[in-house]
């Protein structure tokens, strides 16, 4: 356990030391960065903030039918806690351990319950960003679908492969025939996907949402730095950043991600450096919203408890 924290540990600092020593040597990214403007972060914080609202929906509709009647102000707190979490630990362990306790402890949701959920909500955003960006270069003509072909072709695959997944997980005589194959994790998966067909739309719905939300964000991202791009290469970006829920290497994918997201920007003839320095910005707006929400969330349940005391 001490050599697991050391590597967590070690893991961040690892990220945070590369981040800070590409910025010293090229300082035009945090030159970038600081001129993004106070008035775009606050727009910025107020996006993510909505993000987090419709991240607790999604979980208030997987907890239903069995477990009604919890606010929506409670699980707001607890996602934004367990995201928070996952600064902690790499491959979302530190998030998902966080949404099980807590889930547990407050509401008494069975872990494996959580774990189900969790997994299907990871394998749907993945599938559903992967389609939606499809369907967006598809809508754009033959001349996007040119500059984005190998882009088209990679998240069609991941597309598909969701697809088959899920129909693998939600039919019986299918699942019976390859469980033996599968991770133990997805019988989960498997369980969540036998909920009432209502929840299950209702997710799907508010993962399309959020994506577009997503979209909209990156959008105001680059134009705040200066970046004049097209919507398909921003709906790439969230797709992309989805995809890397599975690839989730450090803590928070801190490195990893403006890393991998940064070659985009080379791949499509994006300015780098205004880009990055548009990504740190993201992830300072990030953290600040889960610090101050989880903050806020901890303090206002600190003074239900005190005052039913």
């Known amino acids: 356990m001490f050599e697991r924290r050391w590597l967590r540990l070690a893991l961040f600092l690892a990220a945070i030391a590369a981040i800070a020593w590409y910025c010293v040597a ?27 609202v419709l991240n607790a929906l999604v979980l208030k509709a997987g907890l239903e039918p069995p477990y009604r009647g919890i606010r929506l102000s409670g699980l707001m707190g607890i996602t934004m806690a367990s995201s928070l979490a996952g600064y902690l630990t790499p491959l979302r362990v530190g998030g998902l351990g966080t949404r099980l306790l807590m889930l547990r402890v407050r509401y008494g949701v069975s872990p494996g319950y959580v774990v189900g959920q969790f997994l299907l909500v990871t394998l749907l955003t993945i599938g559903l960003s992967s389609i939606m960006f499809v369907i967006v270069v598809l809508a754009q003509g033959a001349q996007m679908l040119e500059r984005y072909r190998l882009a088209i072709g990679g998240m069609a695959l991941v597309g598909a492969g969701v697809v088959v997944m899920c129909a693998v997980l939600s039919i019986e005589r299918f699942y019976v025939r390859v469980r033996f194959m599968l991770p133990k994790a997805l019988a989960g998966a498997h369980d969540a996907m036998s909920r009432p067909a209502r929840s299950q739309i209702k997710i799907v719905a508010l993962l399309a949402v959020s994506f577009l939300l997503q979209v ?11 970046i004049r791009s097209d919507w398909v290469f921003s709906a790439l970006v969230c797709a992309a950043a989805n995809l890397m829920l599975v690839l ?24 780098e450096k205004a880009f990055l320095g548009a990504l740190l910005v993201d992830r300072f707006v990030q953290l600040a919203v889960l610090a101050a929400g989880t903050l806020l969330y901890f303090f206002l349940d600190r003074s239900r408890l005190r005052s039913k005391r």
Do not use: C
């Open 248 to 271: 989730s290497l450090t803590p928070g994918n801190l490195g990893v991600k403006e890393a991998l997201l940064g070659s985009l920007s080379l791949a499509f003839s994006i300015d």
């Open 26 to 52: 090229n300082p035009e990214v945090l030159h970038r960065a600081m001129a993004f403007g106070w008035l775009n972060v606050i727009v910025l914080a107020l996006s993510y903030s909505l993000s987090h």
């Open 216 to 226: 909209l964000q990156t959008q105001w991202l680059l134009i705040s730095v200066g």
